[in-house]
């Protein structure tokens, strides 16, 4: 079998990676480490920064469940005027606060969940990527935390008007808490997840998979699927819930993209 041309040392010499005095290896941008680690030092890092991950975790826990009433009560503000809740079966309300106090923990614990990942993926990228990954990772836990806060003002008060008062004069409604809590949770996470469609365009520009004139030219398509994943996330008949949050998708669509468009991000150099 042949030898290389060039090995990796070889490599790193003729892309400035050495120093002259000592030839250890070097970044060239000062972020790339180009030094290689063994299986057992990723496998300690991963687990020190899982550790700070857990335990910011847990602590946020804690202390969300110890307001994990106010919590509920919050939730409830949601719902048409009058709505009452009941626990219909033995540990509704413990297992709802649970919930409840696990999705604030999510929230609070984002930041340091994406920081940690972005300084484990750090000493491998380059400079271009950087910048990017850098504006990925920190804008991230922002835009879902902005999705749920979005869901939570405008989407959830005329969504559960209509399911909490559809028929509501023929039939008499008892809602359970841990029902309400899943529906109210579940549309919340749904909208964050939504909100990442700037990160997505972002990643898709940089990787030039697609190209900025490619995504204003399917403009047509985007305003239908906008409409389509609306439907999904808000399974109503009621268009207004629906064209809330199409019109907020279509709005994140192309503000990202005239961003990307300023900034001339995925430009060939």
């Known amino acids: 079998m042949p030898e290389p041309e060039k090995n990796r040392e070889d490599y790193l010499k003729d892309n400035d990676f050495y120093t002259e005095e000592s030839g250890e290896a070097k970044s060239r941008d000062g972020i790339y480490d180009p030094k290689k680690k063994d299986l057992t030092e990723h496998l300690e890092e991963i687990r020190n920064r899982a550790f700070i991950v857990l335990a910011s975790l847990a602590v946020a826990f804690i202390l969300a469940f110890q307001f994990s009433e106010t919590l509920l009560t919050i939730l409830e503000t949601r719902a048409p005027s009058g709505s009452s809740f009941f626990q219909l079966k033995p540990g509704e309300s413990l297992f709802s606060s649970i919930k409840a106090a696990g999705f604030i923990a999510l929230l609070i614990s984002a930041p340091i969940l994406s920081s940690q990942v972005f300084s484990f993926l750090k000493p491998g990228l380059k400079k271009h990527e950087y910048k990017i990954i850098r504006i990925i990772f920190y804008f991230a836990p922002i ?127």
Request: proline share 5%; with cysteine.
């Open 143 to 269: 835009l879902f935390l902005v999705g749920a806060c979005f869901a939570f003002y405008f989407i959830l008060p005329p969504l559960l008007a209509f399911l909490l008062g559809f028929n509501s004069a023929a039939i008499e409604s008892r809602y359970g808490i841990e029902h309400f809590v899943n529906l109210t949770l579940s549309l919340l996470f749904v909208s964050g997840l939504s909100f990442q469609l700037p990160i997505l365009l972002l990643v898709a520009c940089f990787f030039k998979i697609v190209s900025l004139k490619q995504l204003f030219s399917i403009w047509r398509y985007v305003v239908i699927g906008a409409f389509v994943i609306s439907a999904f996330i808000t399974p109503t008949p009621d268009p207004l819930t629906m064209s809330i949050l199409a019109c907020a998708l279509l709005g994140l669509y192309f503000i990202t993209l005239t961003i990307i468009k300023v900034l001339g991000i995925g430009k060939s150099k």
